[in-house]
């Protein structure tokens, strides 16, 4: 099963077209929208303002509530979107997000308007598809979960904190990042390959970048790997009912780039949104001199709790991959 994202963050809709779609398979759109929600923008102070029903339209690939097996589209509409909070964007590119690298990449011919195509708005269509794959990994018994494990240097926050925390950071016009891990369970031992594009972590990596602030994935240990000896990394192995396990998980379930049949456990960077209302230095493409800019429109200060759906997401698809589904 392979997927196209398309759609600009101020365009009509957004949408995906998933091909390769397994036929017969029951579309739980109450499931569906579920995951939407857990995406879905202003909800709270917490997020952006910006407010959207996410209410997916499914063009083709369902029949009589079920997929068809051939190509599934479906669609998101954008109902709330002010293009001339944007404007100045055009020869202004904000720092670190990818106005500038996609005016480039297009020559000049990108929508800029919220971050166009780049736009984490993009996620929504992100998250559909991964429900879809949710609900074909959950008839093999694969679950997959996710938790805030870091936001901005805090480790395992408290729901209090991560609101404390987020309304600091948009008090002060900033933003913050943080970190996701990510658990997939009910994958046995034997998919993947040392090789490249076969590769266990490899699949789950490519689907993971995909995700707009991701900037960084550790599996396992993770960079801890490097403060320690063999002796504390290892995971030793036992019987338990006839199936081989490990004792510990500092391999993340995966081992040369092959399923150990442990839990696949990894941890996601998530970059500060880098449209923040301070003032900042960038460049004035037009007339090719430095410039200053203070960004307008509605925007996160954290994206981090909206993106748990999003990552379980890729996480879901990365899985399908992996288990050729």
Not at 92 to 106: F, I
Not at 160 to 180: F, M, N, Q, T, W
Not at 214 to 228: E, L, N, P, T
Request: glycine share 12%.
């Amino acid at each position: 099963m392979t997927y196209t994202i398309f759609g600009e963050s101020h365009g009509p809709a957004i949408g995906v077209v998933l091909e390769g779609v397994p036929s017969g398979v029951e579309m739980d759109l109450d499931f569906i929208r579920a995951e939407l929600q857990r995406r879905a923008p202003g909800k709270s102070a917490l997020t952006t303002a910006r407010k959207e029903a996410d209410e997916p339209e499914i063009l083709s690939g369902v029949f009589d509530g079920k997929t068809t097996g051939t190509p599934l589209c479906a669609i998101i509409r954008n109902t709330d979107t002010r293009s001339k909070d944007y404007a100045k964007l055009k020869h202004l590119p904000r720092p670190s997000h990818a106005d500038y690298a996609g005016a480039v990449r297009y020559g000049g011919f990108n929508d800029y308007r919220g971050g166009g195509h780049f736009s984490g708005r993009l996620t929504a269509p992100l998250v559909f598809a991964g429900a879809l794959a949710k609900l074909i990994l959950q008839e093999k018994g694969v679950i997959i979960t996710s938790a805030i494990s870091i936001l901005e240097g805090t480790p395992d926050p408290s729901p209090e904190e991560i609101e404390e925390i987020i309304l600091a950071a948009r008090k002060a016009g900033d933003s913050v990042g943080g970190a996701i891990s990510c658990t997939v369970t009910g994958i046995s031992a034997g998919f993947g390959a040392p090789d490249f594009g076969c590769n266990a972590e490899g699949i789950f990596a490519q689907h993971l970048f995909a995700v707009p602030a991701v900037k960084g994935i550790a599996f396992g240990a993770g960079f801890g790997f490097s403060c320690m000896r063999g002796s504390e990394a290892n995971d030793p192995f036992y019987m338990e009912e006839g199936q081989v396990k490990t004792r510990t998980n500092a391999s993340g379930g995966i081992n040369g780039g092959i399923t150990n049949g442990m839990p696949i456990v990894f941890e996601v960077a998530i970059r500060p949104t880098p449209s923040i209302a301070m003032e900042q230095n960038t460049v004035d493409l037009a007339e090719k001199k430095d410039a200053t800019l203070v960004i307008e429109g509605r925007h996160d200060p954290c994206i981090v709790q909206r993106a748990l759906p999003v990552v379980e997401a890729a996480a879901a698809l990365a899985s399908c991959e992996l288990l050729g589904l």
